[in-house]
């Protein structure tokens, strides 16, 4: 007996279908493997319908797979962030970010980065505003992401100047990051660390426009992980292309490593880099440096250098962007 669907004038078979549908999710998990935070394993090919949550992943010291974080607590009312999830998230253990929802928009900002070699720092000037497109922020209560984040921030800029080594060194002993900014990307996009102000894994949790990026409550734009939108100046193989500094002054590169392939956890140090030669303000150098991975904690879990302060920004000033379709 054949069972068949009838969809307009296509027929299928029941039978047949379901053995494709078993077929395709047993070669799901052997390709992939199950995720799992609790039992967490890096690995060594990145599924990005299963991602694992970072939650609960914060250090006193260095660790590989954890953000060492200067601030531990994060008691208190739920001020900032989502503050309600969907079904992108999985039991609490891993995201599916291809089907989280993202802030609707296409915005265009004037964005200033400015950078320059003098004695033996790297002067970078911005405008904290990014180059690459933005959502529309505050978020919009017909956007569907205001179900779960109503982001009420809007993007503003301020003139920032961060003065980094030129050519830093390896500190004694790697250091916590703090919460906010941790570095800067070559778009003028702030990097903050993987938290948010819960201290819960951002980029499972908070709702980002479709470039992972979004204004905290003093306007600032930023990201919690390398932004996709930076992809387009990374050659697409080899080694990654520098894509930021972080503010000890060593460079962060993309999710790739020689050769092409996808940088996780295990590939890295405790601080989320390793030492090689790369492409360093145009001479190849031996030298440290981070990685993006899809694995949490994304970007920088300590600091191998010595950080430089920033001083927090003069008021920061409305900005106009441009929308476009
Ligand atoms: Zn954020
Ligand atoms: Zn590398």
């Keep these: 007996m054949r069972y068949f669907w009838k969809i307009g004038n296509q027929k299928f078979n029941i039978r047949r279908t379901i053995f494709a549908c078993i077929f395709a999710i047993v070669l799901t998990i052997t390709t992939f493997g199950w995720s799992s935070a609790t039992a967490y394993k890096p690995s060594t090919a990145v599924d990005f319908h299963r991602i694992p949550i970072g939650d609960g992943r914060i250090s006193t010291q260095p660790q590989i797979g954890f953000l060492w974080s200067c601030r531990t607590e994060f008691r208190g009312p739920r001020r900032h962030g989502a503050h309600a999830s969907g ?73 920032a100047t961060l003065n980094l080594p030129a050519n830093p060194q390896l500190a004694e002993t790697p250091s916590c990051v703090p919460m906010g900014q941790v570095g800067i ?95 360093w303000d145009g001479k190849k150098t031996k030298l440290y440096h981070y990685h993006a991975t899809w694995e949490y904690p994304y970007t920088i879990g300590c600091y191998r250098g010595t950080p430089v302060k920033v001083a927090r920004p003069r008021r920061p000033e409305s900005a106009r962007g441009e929308a476009r379709l």
């Design 87 to 159: 079904n992108w998230i999985d039991r609490n253990k891993t995201y599916d970010i291809t089907t989280k929802p993202t802030v609707n928009g296409n915005v265009y900002w004037p964005g200033d980065f400015e950078m320059a070699i003098k004695d033996r720092s790297r002067q970078i000037v911005s405008n904290r505003l990014p180059q690459d497109p933005t959502g529309i922020f505050p978020i919009s209560p017909d956007d569907d992401a205001y179900a779960f984040d109503r982001n009420p921030n809007s993007i503003r800029s301020a003139r």
């Design 185 to 279: 990307l070559l778009n003028g996009g702030y990097l903050f660390n993987a938290l948010d102000a819960n201290g819960k894994d951002a980029l499972a949790h908070e709702i980002q426009d479709s470039c992972q990026g979004h204004p905290e409550h003093r306007g600032t734009y930023h990201y919690h992980s390398i932004t996709t939108c930076l992809d387009k100046r990374d050659p697409g193989n080899g080694h990654s292309a520098l894509l930021g500094y972080a503010l000890d002054g060593f460079g962060i590169y993309g999710h790739r490593l020689d050769g092409g392939r996808l940088a996780t956890n295990s590939d890295l140090d405790v601080c989320h880099g390793h030492t090689h030669e790369v492409d």
